[in-house]
């Protein structure tokens, strides 16, 4: 069939990761290529910028300049929370189609695949033919169709990272130790904590994600376990670990009701929950030095731990989202399939496959009796997240007592 | 003068660092070269291991084991918080005595070049010629005398990394951010958030050190002139700033009291501090979005964070540790003299002029006025960093609005 011309838009939507950009200059770099495409603009801020027309020519970018941007965490265009309704949308269509955008490509989660949905649909109504595709990425692995998300690998390695160096610390000065990790109701990346363990005793000895309703008294048994078996005890929690009745725990314990414009909790940016938990730690069992962080803002946007295969298949994703834009008159969600191990092709889902609706932990990835998680969990993200660096404990023999007092 | 043949003994105390083992790795090949010395030990938990006599005999680790472990962060003989007073060094002098020790390393900050110092004094005193030597580190950069301590370099690259993200991340959503970094007397690592600096209106755009008092009134000021310049803002803050009279700030926001065996408030391993800061200026100024992490463990243990200037400096001062003692009847801390734009030298100091004491930033570093870091600190800290990854904007020229509305 024939391709349309016209020009295209780029926007990156929602929590940045640190290998948006290349999904960013993976699209731009290949829509130059197209006569076709007729200039790449990038929104500022999102959706935001689409319809405040805050757009720059990103067809007059160098390459340079592009792929060093690339190399850049957190979305290099800017980015938005704000979630279009039905009227939102019906503005960016009409900016778009002023501007005589025929292709347009939106880089964020389940929302921003929502909005591609919606703004297709407008599209469709007024017989203006746009094409509409929506590129994949979240730090929280937790979007629909797809093998796993760009971003997750490069977050899932700087947590397991900060969890070996934090294995290692705490077995120098040992205690409890409880770090809070991002995620609302996935706790894909909380799981990668795992990666931190080489030696057997080696933490996180406990990990808590929100898929499985979070017991306090489990909670005060397992870390007394663990502490009694080990001398010390590290735990991983996701942020949004909740109760039997679903109620976040973070709510039990603080007075936070601050809300996005999703409607949810702020769970991230505070260390409510990793205070509460060590207050109940020090409250229930007889252990002194319980310490906690929450990894916050660092693990989503870091510079300098991106995972290599993350980093390359977040430039592919952009890439293929213009090539199956230009060369068929499709719509949809570019997903990963997984086709061996390790090796992947990619492919085009319809977008209300991806919207709105987020992924859970499959069971088989939790270890529910010991608060830990499974080896399929480990085969499934591994290649994802890449080699980590070595570390070693010290091999030599005991010397004998003298005094042996 | 005539070489002293014996056992030699090597621990670590104190919080760790990512490059405490190269110390401990420099040490050990150095001290398996001389004939003189007959074995090394290290001891396990720092001087706990050594009245406890729990040794490991490291003239029998593979050199791999020790080239692997020299690139592991944290103490990899393990370390203790214990503050050997006169009577417990008494009992150190009396196991080294036992086992025919005539050489002494321990490496930490200056509470360990404190016990070194007693050490040395109950050896003098018994007319028993034992070797002391202090091998300096902390990522508080405060022990007096040297130029720097091996192990800042290397916290300050996580930290400058860690707000280099931060600022990209909060440039893309913007509001204000909050990250409270490690130092309770000395500000010398929150100092090299400044690094993540590119762009003029990057953040952090304040930084606030415990070596000026910290108002309120100024923060909350300071906070509301860059986010009205910039719509957004990063700041810094050790966890150890206090107010005029010189009582920490989390004491006065939180009913937290725990105490180390120094006396010390507990400052970190709690967000306390952020939450409360984050309180204020929500409270006093109306920003809707303002986020607070505490950076807490991670930033002194993170595995794959080094400096490289940083891990060799701290294995040299391991080896010159081994090299001063044999060759010499001396006792002292190890420092670093700067002799170049960027050359160093190692001395020998007297105990007595490290321990105890600490060292705080001076005043050509701080920048009261706008509560910042000078380009001195800069010039200063920015070779023992070393290179950071490189982080970029996107260059685009502006496209024109049609609708315009």
Known sequence: MAKITGKAVIAQGGGPTAVINQSLVGAVLQARKYACIENIYGALHGVRGIIDEEFLDLSQATTHNLEQVGMTPSSGMLSTRDKPDEEYCAKIFEVLKAHDVRYFYYCGGNDSADTCRIVNENAQKAGYELRVVHIPKTIDNDLRVTDHCPGFGSAGKFVSQA???????????????????????????????????????????????????????????????????????????????????????????????????????QLSGTGALGDALAALIKGKLSIKRVRCDTFGYLQRSFLGVASPIDAHEAREVGEKAVQFSVWENVDG?????????????????????????????????????????????????????????????????????????
């Not at 795992?194 to 017991?215: M, N, Q, R, S």
């Open 163 to 265: 969890f070996a160096g934090i294995n290692l610390d705490n077995r120098s000065i040992p205690g409890v130790y409880i770090g809070v990790v991002m995620g609302r109701d996935a706790g894909f990346l909380t799981a990668t904590s795992i990666f931190a363990k080489k030696y057997p005793d080696d933490g996180p000895h406990l990990v808590y994600v929100p898929e499985k309703p979070f017991d306090e008294e489990k909670f005060i048994t397992d870390v007394d376990r663990i502490y009694t078996e080990h001398g010390r005890c590290v735990v991983a929690v996701s942020e949004g670990v909740r109760n039997a009745e679903g109620e976040p725990i973070v709510s039990a314990f603080t007075k936070s009701q601050e809300k996005d414009a999703h409607g949810n909790v």
């Open 333 to 405: 969600s570019v997903a990963i399939r997984r086709t061996g191990d390790y090796s992947v092709e990619y492919f085009l889902t319809p977008l209300e496959t991806v919207a709105r609706h987020a992924k859970s932990m499959p069971d088989e990835f939790i270890d529910v009796e010991n608060s830990s998680i499974t080896t399929a969990f480990k085969n499934y993200a591994r290649p994802i997240i890449g080699d980590l660096p070595q570390y070693d404990r010290i091999s030599a023999p005991v010397v004998k007592k003298i005094l042996n007092k």
